[in-house]
Structure formats: C-alpha cells, structure tokens
C-alpha cells in the first residue's frame, strides 16, 4: 500500500518537508543522519507520456534497518524538472523530504558516453601511432633516395677509373628498387587506415555530440530522507518530470481488396524520447492531460483595450505583425506552454500572467480579425473536430511492457488493434477531380476514444494514400477514404448556356452534364458532388432550374451544405450502367442581376 506525503496542488507538488525530530520525554531531540550517503539501487518502473513531457515513475531500495536513511538516487537525467520531484513510502516507511541536487563531475558518467569517450580515445591514439609510422616510411624513403645519390655518384667515378663492379652495382640498384617499391605500399596502407581511423572518429564525435548535447559536466542527484520503522528492507517511489518527451497519435487502416470483411485498424503513438534516460521494460501510459496545471483555476485579470487613431495600424500582440491565424495560434501555444512551466517552477506570478496573455491573444484575434466563416465553424464544432482547439483528456495505459530507449528519431508503439464493420460507399466531386474514391463509414465501438492524428491507409497490402482523422468519440461515427478505385468513372461537362434579357434583368442559363460509369461485378453506392455559384448580395439571383435525378435527401447535407448550393446526389450504380449506359445526371441553373451590373468572377471560400 503506497502511501503519498504531498501538498494538495497537483503533480507538481514536492513532499512535506517533515522535519527529523523524536520526541522523548516531552523534548526533541534530533535522530542522527548518516554523514555518508547511500547511494540506493534504483529502476524506471512506470513512465506517463504526455504532449510535452513525461512523469517518470523509479522504485528505490531501502535497505534493511531503522532509522533515518539517506537514500542518492544517481544519475538523475538532464531533462529533469527539478522542482517536481516527489516520493510515496510505503508500509513501514515514512518520506520525510526529497530534493534535487548538481554535483560538478570529471566526466559524463553514463554508458553509453563512457563507452564512446573510450572509443574515440582509442582511434585518437591510433591516429597517433599512424602518423608516426607514416613518419618513419617518409624518412625511410628519403634515406633511400639519399643511398640512390650515393651510388649513382660511386658507379660514375668507379667507371672513370676502370674500377666498377657490376655486381655489387646491381644488388645495390635492386635493394633500392624493392626496398622503394616495398615502403610505398607501407605508406599507401598506412594512410588509408589513418583515413578509415580520422573517419571512425568523426563519426563517434557526432554521436556524442548528439548524446551530450544540452548537457554539462554536472551530476543530477535526487536526495530521499526517510525513516524506517521496521527492520526489513523495502522500497520507496521516486516521481519526477522530464522534458524532451512527447507522444502523438498515428493510425493504419487496413481494408480487404474484395471489398468483404471488416476493417482493421492499428492504433499507434509515435513517441518522442530524447530525456538522456533509458525506459527499459516498463508500464506506459500515454496521456493527453497537462501534468504542469496547478490544482486551481488561474486568477482571471482585467482585459484593458488598446486604441489607436483612425488610418494608424492596429495595435497587435508582442511578436505578431501582421493579422496573420498562424502567428496569433503559435504564439498563445508558447504563452500557453510558459504558463505550465511557472506552475512546475512554483512561479505563480508568471503562470498566472502568461495564461491571461495567451487569452488576451486569443480575444484579439477573435473580435478584430476572426471572419463570419471561422465562427460559423466553432459554432458548428468543426475546430475541436480537426483538432485545432484542445481536446478531451485521455489516458491509455498500454497493456505490455515496453523499452524505449533514448535517441532522437520517434519510436511507434501499439497502443490498440481494433476491428470495425464498415459501411462501403463512394464519393467523386468531378468538378475538382475526375476520380471516384472508395469510402467506408464506421463506428467507432471500441473502448477508446481516437484522438486527431495522421491515418494511413491500405487496401489489402496496398498503400493507397493517407488522411487526417479528426477527434472521435466512443460510439461516434466518422468517414474513412481508400483511394480511386478505377473500375469507376466519371465525367462532367457543360451542354449548353445561354443569355437573355428579362426586363431590367439580364439572366444567365446554364445545363450540365454528370456521366457515372460503372464497370465493377456488383452494385455500388456512389455520392456525386457539384455546387452552384453561392452570392451573399441580393444583386445576384442564383436558381436551380431542374434536375434529374433528385437531389440527396439526407438531413445533415440539406441543413449544412445545401443553403451554401453545394449539390449532392445519392445513385445506385448497377454493373452495366458504362459506356452509352452510363448513368446521367442532368441539372440547368441560372443566375439574374441588373443589366446595368456585371459578374466580376468566382472564387472560393
């Protein structure tokens, strides 16, 4: 049974600093704490990963005893928040305080950069012993160079004097010759292991730059006092926050090519890792909570409007110059961010002002620059459904152990497999794309709720694209798409228009042409998409004439898109509708203004 010695605010919350004092016969007097510290067995058992950082979860042993022990749980990982350290006795022992501490250090102390500190020390020393003996061959060979000189001299004066001895000219002339040919070769294999050496060395230096990088040459320690009051070992819990942690959701759909069968999907989080601490074989939830906030709502100030002459720029934000959604979002995120910070650093004063000034951000944006279109959108719901707003919190707590090792490229793990009966159909918008698209219906039944995130998708073994699945909740339905699918085609074409004059009026008639052509074995149901010119002045008269077939009859398109003349028809396509049977869709519109005005043109909104 874990027992928590916490201040009521959060996460973020150290142990009460209890202090070590017995009462004896109505006086205190202070227990003895060791001079030397123990340095305490410890092992990474549970870690949370949130957006932005990571709860780690460490067992320590206490030894056996009673007492007051001092337990150093060392090395800490540079990515620790120090401040948010805090530890949980168990049965038999009491917490009664826990602190972070740095010890400047000689060297790094971790493995993996003792062991490459090592290796670079080696090749460095190898390089060394190259050189040298690169040295000697390139004295050697001007020594021969030198003996060349010398005997050339020796065989001309000897000739001069009749005095030459062929033989020992000879030998003389072929020692040179192998002992030059022999020394090159030295030298030539010689420089290339001094270039495999500088190469290797190189390499190993830009690992550890990577490994050290934002580190310096100090020990983390975290520092437990507790008192034991039954003599047999135990163990306590050491919980802290590290940076240079993150988890995003990914998603793979995986559908059957006969079109049968129920889809497959595999959720995934890519997570981030990069905290100088290895999680070897341990509990992981993933969790989309934000563990910095302070257990209490922030102090909410006054909003002060900022005016400025008329035809002067408007005032914006600090770090924002120009009305742009991109700037305004980026800079209440790191408003946002720096306000859970100063909860985690105890900074209040800076929490509390940086959570009113992403506020602040967010209102200007809204009532100076926001248009009619975007908060018709958050009406609706479309922000938080693509995930643009915050989302719900959630937590998954993956079902095996796990390792995930610290190192700078993103590391998948499964968090669920699902499997869910689709609702097959297809969808083409010609007047964009002369492509039908394969679609599925589904409803999400499973026990989680999928967060927004990046789906790829596969039709068999095929990869047919990727999308991006918005928020969905437990028992929600939502849309899924597999691509084009060939073996539907589509064409659209305009068959004729006209302009006439009709009183004060000058009307223009327009009539299209929609072919759908089928060459599958069975039925299909297909979605066809159009849309009509959409004016928001009364200068323009926009009417659909006529159309055949009949327009969708759905109820969420005739209240959403259909007042913003967008067309949809709903077909059944039968396996001969292809070629002079292809299925029409014929429609006539026409739009009416003054004669006196003109259609400046068209654009999208």
Sequence with gaps: MWKRYLFAS??????????????????????DIPATPKT?????????VYPNSALVTREVDVPAGTGIVELVVTP???????SSLYSEGSDGIRVLTTRFRTRPIKEDTREEVRKLEDEIRKLQLSCERLQADMSTVEQNLKMLAKMEDFTSVTTKTATEKAALNSESCIALAKYVMDTRAEKSKELVGLKQQWQSSTEQMEFARRQMAELTAGTSRVERDAVI?????????????????????AWRPQYKFRAAKDEKGNIQ??????VVQQTGENWNDVNITLSTAAPTLNAAPPDLKMLEVAVAPRGAPQPMPPGINAPNKMEFEQQTKNLRSQGQRGYVEKDLGNAVKNFNDAAAVEQTWQLLYSSRDELAGVVKGKQARDGSDEGP??????????????????????????????EIFYKTVPVLAPHVYRQANLTNKSKFVLLPGEATMYQGSDFVGRMNLPLVAIGEQFTVGFGVDPQLQVQRVMVDKNRTTE?????FKFEYRILVSSYKAEPVTVQVWDRLPHAEKEAVGINLIKTAPELSKDAIYLRENRPQNLLRWDLKVEPTMNGEKALPIN??????????MMIGGFQSK
Excluded: W
Aim: no cysteine.
């Design 10 to 31: 959060g996460l973020t919350a150290l142990v009460v600093p209890l202090a070590a004092l017995v009462l004896r016969g109505g006086a205190a007097e202070p227990k």
């Design 40 to 48: 305490a067995n410890s092992r990474v058992v549970h870690v949370t």
């Design 393 to 422: 919190s959630v937590t998954y707590d993956i079902q095996t152990r796990l390792s995930v090792p610290s190192r700078p490229d993103e590391q998948i793990i499964e968090v669920a497999r699902l499997e869910m009966e689709p």
């Design 265 to 270: 999907v595999e959720y995934l989080a890519a």
């Design 587 to 596: 429609y006539e519109f026409q739009m009416a203004l003054d004669k006196q």
């Design 503 to 507: 009183g004060g009026n000058q009307v």
């Design 225 to 245: 006092v507790v008192e034991k009051l039954n003599a047999s070992a135990g163990k306590v819990r050491l919980n802290y926050l590290v940076d240079a942690a």
């Design 76 to 82: 800490m990982p540079a990515q620790t928040v120090n």
